[in-house]
């Protein structure tokens, strides 16, 4: 008889135990405090991020370290996964698919964004910077403020500015030394009615295309020639389809690296922390090299390629400014005074100081 009510005490005692056990689990105790920064990141997520160069260009390098830090600093919880030569989206597509959620990162050529604000025709005005210490001068200051607070209305939110360069001009036609020199040639270029009115400054056609039909148009001669970054040129192999190119420096390819300020303001702080911290050293990281992976890349060309390269003198260089310069008046009432100004500020400054 002791023994059955041992074993009966038992039993119920496990019973007791069983069901505390599991009402305990479902409904956790008011103590208990969810604390999402204490407990960090549990599960992989995994973010996109689309662009249309070459891996072995200034931005297709820049998106693999910003990927390689995030998998880092997120010990690997935070996936970047980069789409690069237009294979997800084209530049075209591209800022509509990060409205519609489709992607998280897109870093688009400045050139492009005129079509969201008329802020951004500033950064395509001829030589608007004389080098890379102008270019940081602009972008890092109230420019750059600016230009990404036009954003705000398209509930996008700007990351950074990552630099190519400074772009070049090839043609078929033959040299281009002189403004006169590309009288009645059509060129390939990006999506800006700046650009286009430079070029019919120069009395030559400006057709406005995607970037990764360039080759295409070359090859097929249905433009003569272009206008573009010694990395984009070399790494497109855009000089296989040219005979001569011009470095002119004559205007700035840099890149706005967005996200949708919707999404970005539903992720946690502590992804918001790490994708920050990745953007500002990969942002660094990028501006250290891009100068000199152009250079290095110039120094490939003529190494490997019979293409003909003139490079302007100074007094060439003021030439081009002078007969571009007119753009200047004609886009102030659509860019506004203000930026106009401080451009003209930072040409004062480096020009002189370059001695040009």
């Given at each position: 008889?002791?023994?059955?009510?041992?074993?009966?005490?038992?039993?119920?005692?496990?019973?007791?135990?069983?069901?505390?056990?599991?009402?305990?689990?479902?409904?956790?105790?008011?103590?208990?405090?969810?604390?999402?920064?204490?407990?960090?990141?549990?599960?992989?997520?995994?973010?996109?991020?689309?662009?249309?160069?070459?891996?072995?260009?200034?931005?297709?390098?820049?998106?693999?370290?910003?990927?390689?830090?995030?998998?880092?600093?997120?010990?690997?919880?935070?996936?970047?996964?980069?789409?690069?030569?237009?294979?997800?989206?084209?530049?075209?597509?591209?800022?509509?698919?990060?409205?519609?959620?489709?992607?998280?990162?897109?870093?688009?050529?400045?050139?492009?964004?005129?079509?969201?604000?008329?802020?951004?025709?500033?950064?395509?005005?001829?030589?608007?910077?004389?080098?890379?210490?102008?270019?940081?001068?602009?972008?890092?200051?109230?420019?750059?403020?600016?230009?990404?607070?036009?954003?705000?209305?398209?509930r996008i939110k700007g990351l950074?500015?990552?630099?190519?360069?400074?772009?070049?001009?090839?043609?078929?036609?033959?040299?281009?030394?002189?403004?006169?020199?590309?009288?009645?040639?059509?060129?390939?270029?990006?999506?800006?009615?700046?650009?286009?009115?430079?070029?019919?400054?120069?009395?030559?056609?400006?057709?406005?295309?995607?970037?990764?039909?360039?080759?295409?148009?070359?090859?097929?001669?249905?433009?003569?020639?272009?206008?573009?970054?010694?990395?984009?040129?070399?790494?497109?192999?855009?000089?296989?389809?040219?005979?001569?190119?011009?470095?002119?420096?004559?205007?700035?390819?840099?890149?706005?690296?967005?996200?949708?300020?919707?999404?970005?303001?539903?992720?946690?702080k502590e992804t918001k922390r790490?994708?920050?911290?990745?953007?500002?050293?990969?942002?660094?990281?990028?501006?250290?090299?891009?100068?000199?992976?152009?250079?290095?890349?110039?120094?490939?060309?003529?190494?490997?390629?019979?293409?003909?390269?003139?490079?302007?003198?100074?007094?060439?260089?003021?030439?081009?400014?002078?007969?571009?310069?007119?753009?200047?008046?004609?886009?102030?009432?659509?860019?506004?005074?203000?930026?106009?100004?401080?451009?003209?500020?930072?040409?004062?400054?480096?020009?002189?100081?370059?001695?040009?």
């Open positions: 008889m002791k023994s059955l009510l041992a074993f009966l005490s038992m039993l119920v005692f496990g019973i007791a135990t069983a069901l505390y056990i599991g009402f305990h689990d479902n409904f956790p105790s008011r103590d208990r405090i969810y604390d999402d920064e204490q407990e960090g990141l549990k599960e992989l997520v995994v973010f996109k991020f689309s662009h249309v160069v070459a891996e072995n260009t200034p931005k297709g390098l820049a998106a693999k370290k910003f990927a390689q830090l995030v998998n880092e600093k997120s010990d690997g919880k935070i996936k970047i996964e980069v789409f690069p030569n237009g294979s997800l989206y084209s530049d075209i597509e591209e800022i509509k698919a990060l409205k519609e959620g489709d992607v998280q990162f897109i870093a688009p050529s400045t050139s492009k964004l005129g079509m969201l604000s008329p802020d951004w025709f500033v950064l395509d005005l001829p030589y608007a910077f004389a080098d890379y210490d102008a270019v940081r001068e602009g972008l890092h200051g109230k420019i750059g403020e600016q230009l990404f607070a036009s954003l705000e209305k398209d950074a500015y990552w630099t190519n360069g400074f772009k070049q001009i090839t043609s078929n036609k033959g040299p281009v030394k002189n403004p006169d020199d590309l009288k009645g040639q059509t060129l390939r270029i990006m999506q800006s009615d700046v650009i286009e009115d430079q070029f019919k400054l120069l009395q030559a056609k400006g057709r406005q295309d995607s970037f990764n039909s360039t080759f295409q148009l070359l090859e097929s001669k249905k433009v003569d020639g272009e206008e573009n970054t010694i990395s984009n040129i070399y790494s497109k192999k855009f000089y296989n389809v040219q005979n001569y190119m011009t470095i002119s420096n004559h205007g700035y390819l840099g890149y706005a690296v967005m996200t949708d300020q919707t999404w970005w303001n539903s992720l946690p790490i994708l920050s911290e990745a953007m500002k050293e990969t942002t660094e990281w990028n501006e250290k090299h891009a100068a000199e992976m152009n250079k290095d890349q110039l120094q490939q060309i003529r190494k490997h390629s019979p293409i003909l390269i003139h490079e302007l003198t100074d007094e060439e260089r003021k030439a081009w400014m002078k007969r571009l310069d007119p753009v200047y008046d004609q886009y102030k009432p659509i860019i506004g005074e203000h930026l106009i100004q401080q451009v003209r500020d930072l040409q004062k400054k480096h020009f002189t100081s370059n001695g040009q």
